[in-house]
């Protein structure tokens, strides 16, 4: 797993390192102070592997404190795609947009995935794209397969912000 991770963050940073520089489409956020609070759905899951029989309805609850232009710290529960209860807890960090869209990656703790460390904690990065519009946003998280012990797939995820 930890082999995973490495290549995945160093995927992420080749991705995004040239594209900070590039100009437009894309822009750099600013990382000034912010103080937002927004409560979150648990996830839609349009999976890659349609044929498991897999819970694409995510219910659940979360909230983020976006305590910066360029990153939140996120938690909450939800039901998962083996029919089983998740929690998470980590840091979503978008320091990229293409117009409204912040890029970037969720960095999180994960549990309760049967297959996954039999349902312990595990690390996970997770390429998030977020759209936000005064009160209510979306985030788009690409979450990749690993292995017979999670299945990746599209999760969309609903926002309000509360403050």
Known sequence: MNRLLERGAAALLCILAPLAHAGEPFTAIEAEPKSEVWLDSGFLTGH????????????????????????????????????????????????????????????????????????????????????????????????PSYKDRLYGGISVQLKLRLW
Do not use: C
Request: overall charge positive; hydrophobic content about 45%.
């Open 48 to 143: 890659f592997n349609r044929d498991k029989d897999l819970n694409g309805a995510n219910r659940g609850l979360g909230a983020e404190y976006r305590f910066s232009g360029t990153a939140s710290a996120a938690a909450g529960r939800f039901y998962n795609s083996d029919r089983a209860w998740s929690s998470y807890a980590g840091v979503i960090w978008q320091p990229l947009a293409v117009g409204p869209v912040r890029l970037g990656a969720a960095l999180a703790l994960f549990n309760g995935y049967p297959h996954m460390r039999d349902g312990g904690w595990f690390p996970a990065a997770v390429p998030t794209a977020t759209v936000e519009y005064q009160r209510v946003g979306v985030n788009v998280g690409f979450v």
